[in-house]
Every structure is written in C-alpha cells, then in structure tokens.
C-alpha cells in the first residue's frame, strides 16, 4: 500500500512485514482462483480450459501483487517472471508429491490437506524471497559473510 493510504496504525505496522503481506496476497490469490475457477465452470468453455485459464490468469495477478507490494517491486520482469513461473511449478510438483505420500501412508485427507497447504505457503515463500525476489545487491557488491 502506498504511505498515503489512510490506515489505523496498527494495520500499517502489521502490513509493514513483508511475510504477512506474502500471506494476504497468497489469500487474496486463492480467493480469486476460486472465483474464477467457479465462474470457468459455469462458463461454456471445457472445465479443463476453464480451470488453466482461471489459475493462469490467478497466477499473472499474483505475480504483478507479489513483485509489486510483497517484496517492493526492486525486481525486473524479464528475470522474475521467469523465476516465478518455474518457482510455483516446484511447488505444485513438491505438493501433489507431499498429498499422494501422505494419504498412502494413511494420514487422513483433511491432515494430508493441511500438510500440502502449509508446504505449499512455505516453499513459495522461501522460493520467492530467497530466489525470485531475492534482493539485488548494487554491482561491484561482494558479500563477506
């Protein structure tokens, strides 16, 4: 949000970590794969054309709020989007792999679900703030660390 924005102050200071804004934005974007993935369904396109279009139009808007808001922005489309596309692939690969492992060894599906969910946030976020938007340090930087 812009500093101009009027907010309580509290709202400001929670909206000023960058984890809780990853979260807001990975619910707003589940917020708007649902309602697009409904309205593809209710559409007379295929449900399988529906649902890709709806989680790739979900996944272009969260990338423009996560480059944007979440990590401020400082990172050039032609090396982030890339990035960001292979990052979720990853996700989407490690997740189903976590659901299917979990439910054969006979967790039940609402804890396989939770499990999956909870990696899924976690592994975008680490992908995502270490690799995609990692911050860029200016040129002739060495690190000693």
Request: aromatic share 8%; hydrophobic share 50%; charged share 10%.
């Amino acid at each position: 949000m812009p500093d101009n924005v009027p907010m309580p102050q509290g709202l400001k200071q929670l909206l000023a970590s960058e984890p809780v804004r990853f979260v807001v934005t990975g619910l707003g974007a589940a917020a708007l794969l649902f309602g697009l993935t409904d309205a593809a369904l209710r559409s007379p396109l295929p449900p399988f054309a529906g649902s890709l279009l709806a989680y790739g139009l979900t996944l272009l808007v969260s990338y423009v709020v996560q480059q944007a808001w979440t990590f401020r922005g400082r990172h050039a489309h032609r090396a982030a989007l890339p990035r960001y596309c292979a990052a979720q692939a990853l996700c989407a690969a490690g997740t189903a792999t976590l659901a299917a492992i979990a439910t054969r060894t006979g967790i039940s599906a609402p804890a396989a679900s939770l499990a999956a969910a909870l990696f899924s946030g976690a592994c975008s976020y680490g992908l995502s703030r270490h690799w995609v938007f990692a911050a860029r340090r200016p040129a002739g930087h060495t690190s000693t660390s």
